[in-house]
């Protein structure tokens, strides 16, 4: 696996992909950057008119609900149709759906639309998208949806029917981080608590497997991983003696941009299930 992820950290700064974002703005900043921190190129237009053609000229596509508009709403089920028609793979982040009804219905309508290939949100968005209890408070994931040594068999297999009946790889963002595919699952350990304390960083995530998601739909999984290890070995990285979260932000970006294949493969933490 790890050298499987090493190279495709190396395609895509070798490539320089055409990311599409639509994506709300309390983060697009920050998504933007962190995709060009990756080796990404971004470009993040929503309006109804050009998303078509925009679209088109891209390797992936980030779809992501927060601070949804009837704008935004438009433009991505345009983006949505136009991936379907280019063969480009899709990340759709369901911020939001687990605590607002308008968020969940449309959500469903895009995976409706047209196929998915990673399916990303907290642990509360994954189980109420497929159609799960789940306790989210506002955009964040309920603690009693968390990750435990008493849940995590029973959540690996709600996410993987889910991901049969969808096509999509399930990325399950929170203390723990959890992949799974149709085959295999797998649990990320590396983070850290001030990831928590600014604002994005989930969205950031979305961004950042997006980008590693340009190397194509069968890479889906590795995608997924690669960016959900860089984020949190990064957190790491950032936090060590940090006295602030404005300080923590710089030093996020800064330490994505210079993650390098040894220290991706001597602090990643995952486990297979």
């Known amino acids: ?22 994506t709300n703005p309390i983060s697009i900043h920050d998504c933007a950057n962190v995709i060009l921190a990756a080796g990404g190129r971004p470009i993040m237009a929503e309006h109804p008119v050009e998303v078509e053609e925009i679209t088109s000229m ?3 596509l980030m779809l992501n609900l ?3 508009t009837d704008v935004r709403m438009e433009s991505m089920k345009i983006a949505l149709k136009t991936t379907q028609k280019k063969g480009i793979p899709v990340l759709l982040d369901l911020v939001g759906v687990a605590c607002s009804k308008l968020r969940m219905e449309y ?3 895009l995976m409706k639309e047209g196929a998915v290939s990673i399916l990303k949100g907290n642990m509360s968005e994954i ?3 497929a ?3 789940s306790h989210s408070i506002g955009i964040d994931a309920g603690r009693e949806d968390a990750i435990d040594s008493g849940n995590l068999n029973r959540i690996v297999k709600i996410f993987r029917r889910l991901s049969d009946e969808t096509g999509a790889v399930i990325l399950a963002s929170g203390k723990e981080d959890l992949i799974v595919d149709g085959e295999k699952a797998y649990l990320i350990s590396n983070g850290d608590p001030m990831l928590s304390d600014i604002t994005g960083t989930g969205c950031m995530l979305g961004a950042l497997c997006s980008a590693y998601l340009a190397a194509g739909r069968d ?15 990064a957190g790491e990285l950032a936090a060590k003696d940090c006295p602030g979260t404005g300080t ?9 941009y210079g993650l390098d294949e040894a220290v991706l493969e001597g602090k990643i933490r995952i486990r297979e299930l």
């Open 66 to 68: 927060g601070n949804i």
């Open 1 to 22: 696996m790890i050298e499987n992820i090493q190279q495709l950290q190396r395609q895509i700064k070798e490539r320089k992909p055409l990311i599409h974002c639509i």
């Open 248 to 256: 923590f932000q710089v030093r996020l970006l800064d330490c994505l």
């Open 131 to 133: 159609g799960e209890p």
């Open 58 to 60: 891209a390797e992936s």
């Open 107 to 109: 959500a469903k309508e």
């Open 219 to 233: 890479r889906s999984t590795a995608a997924a991983i690669l960016g959900t290890v860089s984020m949190g070995i």
């Open 127 to 129: 189980l109420a998208i």
